[in-house]
């Protein structure tokens, strides 16, 4: 008995919902005057789009920017504390090493601390 109640009452509500519905379109189409009323989208100013957008820019990347890119930074578990050397064999060359690229994340250092990709962040705003 519930059950058909409830069926029936959802029924009710969905056939009145398309009633209104179909009501309404007949309506919209005049107004009080018996004019028909225009639809004609008003042209778009892009102008305080672009101011809030730049506005906003700088507020965006700079904490892109000063992310901490190495969670395990300054830790015993950190892997980019470890560097690897390797010392050619001609003489007087200077020894290679990977730590100059990698001491800036494993002290905390954000995207600015990498030594070519800091230098291109530093142009962005923020």
């Known amino acids: 008995m519930r059950k058909t109640a409830r069926t ?18 007949a309506a919209a189409l005049t107004t009080a005057s018996g004019a028909r009323p225009s639809a004609e ?12 957008l730049t506005g906003a820019v700088p507020y965006v990347l700079a904490p892109a920017k000063d992310f901490r890119l190495d969670p395990l930074a300054n830790s015993s578990a950190d892997p980019l504390n470890n560097g690897v050397a390797f010392l050619p064999d001609s003489p007087g060359a200077a020894p290679l090493s990977t730590k100059p690229v990698t001491n800036g994340l494993s002290h905390g250092g954000g995207l600015a601390s990498l030594p070519l990709v800091g230098g291109a962040a530093n142009l962005l705003p923020g």
């Open 41 to 52: 989208l008003q042209p778009t100013s892009v102008g305080p789009a672009m101011a809030g």
């Open 8 to 25: 029936a009452a959802l029924t009710t509500i969905l056939l009145g919902a398309a009633g209104i519905a179909a009501a309404t379109p």
